[in-house]
């Protein structure tokens, strides 16, 4: 496919490689935001191309992952009526709440479906006047457009019976709250592509001056990922803390106009917990009051869950840096993706489920693994 | 999640700029996506398609630099093996 196959091509991702190889004079460690590019550098094994002194850290840029067990709790809860048809993205389907999943509810008869986009929960409610239409909205900045339309058309179409369940994050202040720990081992950071494709990087530049960090767009395909590692590995070597553009085939400065705007009309910055990570504040988009009768956690009045994490996940400990997935004794044992017990197991963009996925045959990597992660 | 792939615009329908809809060639799979914020895209070009809505226009030539980046970084290398 064009614009795909191409940033694939194994010798050129060599070339890249040595040039890193040739520059790293000193250790650093670089944090990936997005967990689609955590995916790609783990299956790809782009990790493995890198000198030994470049750590990769894997950031909390899972929506999936990050969305608070109370929120899914909410999800099952509203899921389970019978006037609802609950919808949400695939991702959603398996995550466990604290009891039960979605695709438990529905094996038990309630009606929840699949789709591939909020568009088509709008159109459901068109169809079903007498049902209730659900959408769980989750996701990034990358997602809020979709899901801001949605709200936008049903509004418009003045549906009654359409609603969401909102858990949507923003990536920038999670950015702040990791730097502002003080075991925070980054010093580096590849930006999300697509987040800045909707955003644009202008937020960045405040965090890059601020915390002193390189802060490198970067798109999704291994030939973009090394080329931002490249790019952050020069910055950290030469002293500066820019922001620079990787991913300029997608990315301009200012980002998607006309989506942001959409954004702003439909959505107003609240706090949000992350799972795994605790809450930040400003993290998160909530309807705007102009939209607020499109709400489901106000329509179906579900109530706060109160549920405890498992004591024996350290999914924390990951999302900081501070230890490797296999370093955690949960995983791959009693944590698996079918019964995570953490934010980082639970989509295949979590970091623990990558490594689960493409390194878990201690024989052919892991070996190699913790030898690297004990000479660092 | 933030999943994206890039995809040619074949046909466009929708008169409302919020409501245009594109027909999307995915390497041969045709889906449809909404072009509300791609305005200025037509039929030929290539879009970042995220759940079901085109994000961002691909730009043809900023789709190069990598390549241009390599083949620079090749020459500087050329160059300085030249002089030792």
Known sequence: MKFLDEYRNGELAQQFAREIHRITTNPWNIMEICGGQTHAIVKFGIDELLPKKITLIHGPGCPVCVTPLEMIDKALEIAARPEVIFTSFGDMLRVPGSTTDLLSVKAGGGDVRIVYSPLDAVKLAEQNPAKEIVFFGVGFETTAPATALAIYQAAQKKLRNFSMLISHVLVPPAMEALLSSPNCRVQGFLAAGHVCAVMGYEEYFSIAKKYRVPVVVTGFEPLDILQGVLMTVQQLESGRAEVENQYSRAVRRGGNQPAQDLIKKVFQIVPRKWRGVGEIPQSGLGLGDEYAAFDAEKKFGVADHHVEESADCRSGLVLQGQIKPHECPAFGAKCTPEHPLGATMVSSEGACAAYYRYRRMPDLIGAKYNERTKTN | ?84
């Open chain 2, 1 to 84: 999640m933030c999943l994206a792939i890039p995809g040619k615009i074949v046909s466009v329908s929708g008169e409302d700029p919020l409501e245009r809809m594109g027909k999307i060639d995915f390497g041969g799979i045709l889906k449809e996506a909404s072009l509300a914020y791609v305005p200025d895209t037509r039929v030929g070009d290539y879009v970042i398609v995220h759940v079901g809505f085109a994000l961002s226009k691909v730009d043809e030539a900023e789709a190069q630099k990598v390549f241009e980046y390599l083949k620079q970084m090749g020459e500087l290398g050329e160059l300085e093996e030249r002089r030792i």
